[in-house]
Antibody
């Protein structure tokens, strides 16, 4: 069974940083591109960032470019999202996905 | 980035009746390998998204056959042949052909 478990969310002040992790199991992690998608309270799904299966290519939404960094460790079956210069508009539930499966999400709240 | 436009954004339906959601992309979603990477996701209230359809018309495992996808190029449709109470939620299309991935705005399906 595919499992994606996000962690690392929490309350952070504007301008602060946070690192999200996503632990994957039940599939061959190194064969899949991986993605972070977020959902602000009461809003739709917003694509945040993606990374190719070997980590050689990374992609970002314009809203997070230059502030967020996606990475992966295929030896640990783990996906990361380093978030810096956080803004109130980054407040959302952050999901990890391989497109076919999704985690339960980790909540990031940016507030003073 | 590829812009995905869904319609309608709200869809009240009667139990047992059909429903149809349209999704249009700003660019062709045909990839260089000849496949078209168009996904449909269902998000029930309080739950993570779940993929229903990939590559335009292929149903994911466990998805009832009342859900079907069709289309080509830039114009796609998700159909529910007979809506059931458990189908209430928000439906999103997402293109998986170009980076970054992008979602439609979502269509809220509710029972009349």
């Amino acid at each position: 069974e595919v499992q994606l478990v996000e962690s690392g969310g929490g309350l952070v002040q504007p301008g602060g940083s946070l690192r999200l992790s996503c632990s994957a199991s039940g599939f061959t992690f190194s064969n899949y591109a991986m993605h972070w998608v977020r959902q602000a309270p009461g809003k739709g799904l917003e694509y945040v960032s993606g990374i190719s299966n070997n980590g050689g290519s990374t992609f970002y939404a314009d809203s997070v470019k230059g502030r967020f960094t996606i990475s992966r460790d295929n030896s640990k079956n783990t996906l990361y999202l380093q978030m810096s210069s956080l803004r109130s508009e980054d407040t959302a539930l952050y999901y990890c996905s391989n497109e076919g499966s999704w985690g339960q999400g980790t909540l990031v709240t940016v507030s003073s | 980035d590829v812009v995905m436009t869904q319609s309608p954004l709200s869809l009240p339906v009667t139990l047992g009746q059909p429903a149809s959601i349209s999704c249009r992309s700003s660019q062709s979603l045909v990839y260089s390998d000849g496949d078209t990477y168009l996904n449909w996701f269902q998000q029930r209230p309080g739950q993570s998204p779940r993929r229903l359809i990939y590559k335009v018309s292929k149903r994911d495992s466990g998805v009832p056959d009342r859900f079907s996808g069709s289309g080509s190029g830039t114009d796609f449709t998700l159909k529910i042949s007979r809506v059931e109470a458990e189908d209430v939620g928000v439906y999103y299309c997402m293109q998986g052909t170009r980076w970054p991935r992008t979602f439609g705005q979502g269509t809220k399906v509710e029972i009349k």
